[in-house]
């Protein structure tokens, strides 16, 4: 990566630094721009009920946020990772719904839900760890994080579902279906924070915590 392995207090900043991240970064921001100019220009009939033009506000924002607060702040260095990490998921969601995944593949649904909270969580610790060194709770931090996200982000999509606002009116949920997607979620988040703080903490073994 072309710094020394203990240059930085954390290993995030190191992977910020990083040639390799940055371009991840931008293919996804790009990927990510590209795939909703296809949606709701060309439209194909896998994105029709699909309330793309809804979508595109919150999660082109994953993409555009972070620059924004990044330049107003002037943080050095970029968060590259953090930046992927936390538009990762957006762009995924909407690959499934352009390739028509979601509906030819259900276990899709699932999928994303422990694998999109993964990463979300691994976001919230690249962006933690860019300014906290300490390891003590991170786990559970970053469970907690991923626990209240997919609880708001149910709400949210009860909430579009019912008034069929955006033109989601046609989501099916049922109770069955909000409680696995917790579960799976919250899964994840937990999956996701404990391989943030091995990838992206401060430098040493997972057992090396502060007591």
Do not use: C, Q
Not at 54 to 68: D, E, G, M, Y
């Amino acid at each position: 990566m072309g710094d020394n392995l203990f240059a930085s207090p954390t290993k995030v900043l190191t992977l910020d630094r990083s040639a390799a991240v940055r371009a991840i970064n931008i293919g996804v921001k790009v990927a990510l721009f590209a795939a909703f100019f296809v949606a709701i220009v060309i439209e194909p009939s896998t994105v029709e009920g699909k309330a793309m033009g809804f979508r595109a506000p919150l999660f082109l924002a994953s993409a555009v946020l972070v620059p924004v607060i990044a330049k107003l702040r002037g943080w050095e260095p970029y968060p590259h990772a953090a930046d992927a990490l936390a538009a990762a998921p957006f762009l995924l969601d909407t690959l499934g719904n352009l390739f028509g995944f979601y509906d030819d593949y259900p276990v899709t649904d699932d999928i994303l839900h422990a694998l999109n909270w993964i990463l979300l969580v691994m976001a919230y610790h690249a962006f933690r760890f860019r300014n906290v060194h300490e390891r003590r709770d991170a786990v559970m931090l970053g469970y907690g994080f991923g626990a209240l996200l997919i609880i708001w982000w149910e709400i949210m999509e009860w909430a579009v579902s019912e008034d069929g606002f955006g033109g989601a009116g046609n989501l099916s949920l049922t109770y069955e279906d909000t409680v696995f997607d917790l579960f799976l979620s919250s899964t994840g988040g937990l999956v996701g924070s404990v391989i943030g703080l091995a990838l992206l903490g401060p430098r040493g073994s997972l057992g090396d915590v502060r007591r």
